[in-house]
């Protein structure tokens, strides 16, 4: 399967970025440029998300991300490379990096690990499209109540000529995938934590509904390579809440 790949930059040095479940690239707007005065980043679509095409077998999982970047650092000619990931993806970079350790520096997961369930919560009864723009705003709110950037809207939804906003993904698939088992890795990716022999760095948002702390500090019981910071005042989606507070830890850890 073909899958939308992005790059910025030219540095020596190379960051991939994964981004969280059903979203894309776009996640990436302003992290992205940033990273780029510095380092070459790649970033990709997963399957259904985006640019990408949906899979018809409803291949959504964390094991088939990992092995999509697989492929991508392959036909991208990637060497060795730091590895950052948001949510779901934080997930399918933890295993990518445990399974692969000869290819990836430094990992940062961006409030994401591993949880007690199967099926993520986002994906319980997600409503497939909204009448208007006012009304996605709202629904979107609740996900950010700090507020996100002008251009965050248009990186999940598309605009129907009639003014109906739809996912930029699968989300249908993607519902579909969750009920038929959802990811068993998500509850044994602690096995993955434990395999990991670089530095990581979990990024986690004070306030995340999603992703509990107690967590991320037992991650960092279970190996000494993993360090935690606690970003205040964000919530799950830490890199929009607090862009420039998450930049300088990802470029503190990265140097």
Known sequence: MSLATFEWGGGEATVVLLHGGGLSSREWTDLAPALALTYRVVAFDARGCGESPADPELRYGAATIASDLETIRVTRGLERFALVGHSFGAVSA????????????????????????????????PPLSFPSRAEAERALSRALPRGFPAWYLDSRFDTDEDGTLRWRSDMSGRVQWSRD??????PGLWAYVERLVMPTLVVHGADSPLFPLETAIKMGEMNPLVQVVDIADAGHFVHIDQPELVLAAIRTHLS
Do not use: F, K, W
């Open 94 to 125: 933890c295993i990518y990096a445990a399974e692969h350790p000869e290819q990836v520096t430094r990992l940062v997961l961006l409030d994401g690990g591993p949880a007690n369930h199967v099926r993520p919560t986002s994906l319980e009864n």
């Open 181 to 186: 088992g959802g990811e068993p890795l998500l």
